[in-house]
């Protein structure tokens, strides 16, 4: 088994290597789409692009170096002797110790590309997402969200009811959890969502979903400098 190895990452108890360290980004956005949806969402216009084109398309991630936790937890661990597959909703948080003591969440995630469609201009929300808990998002961001994603969708026309299309987007964005079944391959597409491989095209399924328009980048997986690995710890070595 290898590991990331950062002479200053935890180490791990049982084989003595580190889980966590530098690693090259594994994933790709390209910046005039992403600042466009962003607009779109926050103004309720169609994603305006301008005289960008596809064949200008740039990764802002390509080379840059990210520190990373990768945990290896086998399937028996989550399944009953019993069974084959179990289905999960995985969402992680970080936090931060504070000067008053306790601690303050900083960043939660599930789904990929939430903060991108809905914060970018919009910085108490992003915020706020980052806090509570998903059992909370639905009551508390599903209105605000849905006002969002039916004026973009309204703006391109592409459904006769822009309010009930948001309110179907909005229950399957949230709880901001990733759904998975234990024992299964991992694939996020248009249609369904298991897990998320280091592959998926996140970013064009989020944005094309929320838009109910196609939206590219113009770029895919082979705009990443350094590739994923085929084995743990499957994050590409640091650059």
């Not at 600042?35 to 779109?40: E, L, R």
């Not at 064949?55 to 170096?65: P, V």
């Not at 639905?138 to 605000?144: H, I």
């Not at 901001?176 to 234990?182: C, D, F, G, K």
Request: charged share 20%; net charge negative; with cysteine.
């Amino acid at each position: 088994m290898t590991h990331l190895r950062d002479p200053s990452a935890p180490v791990c108890k049982e084989c003595r290597h580190p889980v966590a360290g530098k690693a090259g980004d594994p994933f790709w956005i390209e910046p005039e789409v992403l600042h466009a949806v962003g607009h779109a969402f926050q103004d309720g216009t169609t994603i305006g692009l301008g005289t960008w084109t596809p064949d200008q398309a740039k990764n802002l991630f390509a080379g840059h170096t990210v520190y990373s936790i990768v945990l290896e937890i086998p399937d028996t661990e989550l399944l009953d002797p019993a069974q084959t597959a179990r289905p999960i909703d995985v969402w992680a948080v970080a936090s931060l110790a504070t000067d008053a003591g306790g601690r303050r969440s900083i960043n939660r995630i599930g789904l990929p590309m939430i903060h991108p469609l809905f914060t970018q201009f919009n910085e108490k929300l992003g915020d706020d997402l980052n806090g509570g808990g998903p059992s909370e998002d639905l009551e508390t961001y599903g209105k605000l969200l849905s006002y969002e994603i039916a004026g973009v969708v309204r703006a391109y026309g592409t459904a006769e009811d822009p309010d009930a299309y948001a309110t179907s987007v909005v229950h399957r964005f949230l709880p901001n959890v990733l759904p998975y079944v234990v024992g299964t391959p991992a694939s996020f597409g248009f249609d369904s969502w298991n897990g998320r491989s280091l592959t998926d095209n996140a970013p064009n399924v989020m944005f094309s979903i929320a838009a109910n328009t196609p939206v590219s980048l113009g770029i895919g997986k082979e705009s990443v400098t350094s590739k994923p690995r085929a084995s743990f710890p499957y994050v590409p070595a640091a650059i």
